[in-house]
């Protein structure tokens, strides 16, 4: 008898996110375990427990998911799952913080079916965000010409410094926008902009974007109004607005929801992956 799906649902905030669960199922685990709170510190009897409990095949139908609103939180949680495996005693394991993998995935990729990534100058407004930061990240590794925007540029340079630990050869500046006069200025010669703001913050005002003449896609990523950028509507998918095209939340939120249950239902397939910004982008383009 076949060993039933389970997931294990480590969640860096102290309640574990319903919307995680729902996919999870939808994705068909048979099982979620779910634990909140959880940090570097108390993680590992959980982790030993996935570990030692099943042996041989049956290892590959145990799975971690590593979710919560903090990315950082998340991060360090999955170095620590990381170095507690040893040898083949291991099971796959996803991070998706805040859903900044899948939605940043799904994001990128809307982009790049109208433009030519490598070598496009593409602004991320609210970069400092969980999903904002990926979205840089994956930007950068498509070749693009980042501009990392954040009211408080220290906050902008330290994503970038931290993209480029990972990514030295990274293309990312980081840029202050903390007025409609810095944004107008930043946005000339930009030809992607993708918003990734918190629930109801207006980041673009559509007098702005109206005035950028180079955009080509335009992309926001908040479904709470008032929207990140004004003038696009949560529904619009690859919808012309002048010379740009635009995507809203929602217009969005089908790919990513697909690329979510993609990544889910592949940690079932062996019991050594692990899945960040980088795999999870492989996996949505696999898909497309």
Avoid at 198 to 208: F, K, N, T
């Amino acid at each position: 008898m076949p060993h039933p799906k389970i997931l294990i649902q480590l969640d860096t905030d102290s309640q574990t996110s319903s919307f995680d669960s729902v996919v999870a199922v939808d994705a068909g685990v048979d099982h979620v375990l779910r634990y909140s709170s959880i940090t570097p510190q108390n993680v590992v009897p959980i982790i030993h427990g996935a570990m030692f409990t099943r042996g041989g095949e049956a290892l590959k139908n145990t799975a971690v998911f590593i979710g919560g609103s903090d990315i950082a939180a998340g991060e360090a949680v999955l170095r620590v799952v990381q170095d507690t495996f040893y040898g083949p005693i291991r099971v796959s394991v996803m991070l998706d913080s805040g859903g900044c993998n899948t939605t940043a995935t799904a994001a990128v990729l809307s982009a790049a079916t109208h433009v030519p990534l490598a070598g496009t100058q593409a602004m991320v407004l609210a970069a400092t965000g969980p999903v904002g930061a990926r979205v840089c990240r994956l930007l950068a590794g498509q070749g693009a010409h980042v501009l990392a925007g954040s009211r408080r540029e220290d906050r902008a340079s330290a994503v970038c410094n931290h993209i480029r630990e990972s990514l030295p050869e990274a293309n990312i500046t980081p840029v202050q926008l903390d007025s409609a006069e810095r944004l107008q200025q930043a946005l000339e010669g930009v030809q992607v902009v993708l918003s990734a703001g918190a629930e109801g913050i207006q980041l673009l005002p559509s007098a702005v974007r109206e005035a950028a003449t180079d955009l080509s896609v335009v992309i926001d990523l908040n479904a709470v109004p008032p929207l990140g950028i004004e003038g696009i509507e949560v529904h619009d998918r690859a919808t012309s607005y002048g010379a740009a095209v635009c995507y809203g939340a929602i217009g969005v939120g089908g790919a990513k929801m697909k690329i979510h249950k993609a990544a889910v239902r592949s940690l079932f397939e062996g019991n050594d992956l692990c899945l960040d910004a980088e795999e999870i982008f492989k996996l949505g383009q696999a898909g497309e």
